[in-house]
């Protein structure tokens, strides 16, 4: 399990200590995978910057002492000479030195046939599409046992099928692996390949906090909509298009939807 309680998280300017994201309480199960959606600004990446360690805050995130996390940044640094198989394999040949070369050899196998890779396994990375090196990331930190993935905009910069066909391989895994998946993400055409559905918004002090967390279902009838694109039309700002109602959201989350704190 992971379990997130971001009291605060705040940024000097100017001198002057201002609040960019609070109030963020959540509890994620293996075998779920998480969606991140938001406005501009309300602190996506802080966030995970949080989760990840990267950052400091005030709270605390908790998870099993032999969970490890992975972060899968929007544009993977992999070796551009390398090959896809030499990429996975010594990715896992280097962090388990202990091992058998048999053992990874059957672990990149395995990585690669379940993220559809073993077609371009000679091809050298400098010469695969994005959402191949999506995978390939993926796979490169599968192998490292990771039980915790985090990856921020996977599906940027792809077309509509292969950003979908990314999503549902994501998820997947998640649930064949037993792992905690959150991702960041700007798409809302594959929401519903996701477990959980995590929206943050600006509050009326411009500080980023949860305005709802569940199933995306859920997510259709709490913000009254029928499509998930007119869930950001409603949390945007109205300088940013939209209807301006983040904080009251925010506020409605924080009476109505504490059962899963």
């Known amino acids: 399990m992971l379990r997130i309680d971001i009291e605060s998280k705040s940024r000097y300017q100017k001198l002057k200590e201002r609040v960019i994201i609070k109030d963020i309480h959540l509890k994620l199960e293996p075998g779920t995978s998480t969606l991140v959606l938001g406005t501009s600004g309300a602190g996506k990446s802080t966030v995970i910057s949080c989760i990840t360690g990267n ?3 005030r709270g605390k ?108 391989h994501i998820c997947d895994l998640t649930h064949r692996e037993n792992k905690i998946t ?35 279902k859920e997510a259709l009838s709490w913000f009254s909509v029928s499509e998930y694109h007119e869930i950001l039309l409603k949390i945007n700002s109205e300088e940013d298009e939209g209807y301006g109602l983040g904080p009251s959201y925010i506020n409605k989350y924080k009476k109505e939807n504490f059962r899963i704190i």
């Open 182 to 216: 959150l991702v960041i993400s700007h798409n809302t055409t594959n929401i519903n390949h996701y477990d959980n559905l995590l929206v943050l918004a600006k509050d009326s002090d411009n500080a980023g906090s949860v305005c709802f967390f569940g199933s995306p």
């Open 55 to 57: 950052t400091r805050f």
């Open 61 to 168: 995130v908790k998870h099993d002492k032999k969970s490890r996390i992975a972060y899968i940044a929007q544009h993977p640094a992999l070796n551009m000479d390398e090959t896809v198989y030499e990429a996975v394999y010594y990715s896992g040949k280097y962090d388990h030195p202990g091992v058998s070369g048999k053992h990874v050899q059957d672990e990149t196998e395995r990585l690669m046939d379940m993220l559809g890779l073993e077609n371009i396994r000679h091809n050298k990375i400098k010469n695969i599409s994005g959402g191949q090196l999506k995978r390939t990331a993926i796979a490169c930190e599968l192998i490292r046992k990771t039980d915790i993935l985090i990856m921020d905009e996977p599906d940027s910069g792809l077309d509509a099928g292969v950003a979908w066909r990314l999503s549902e």
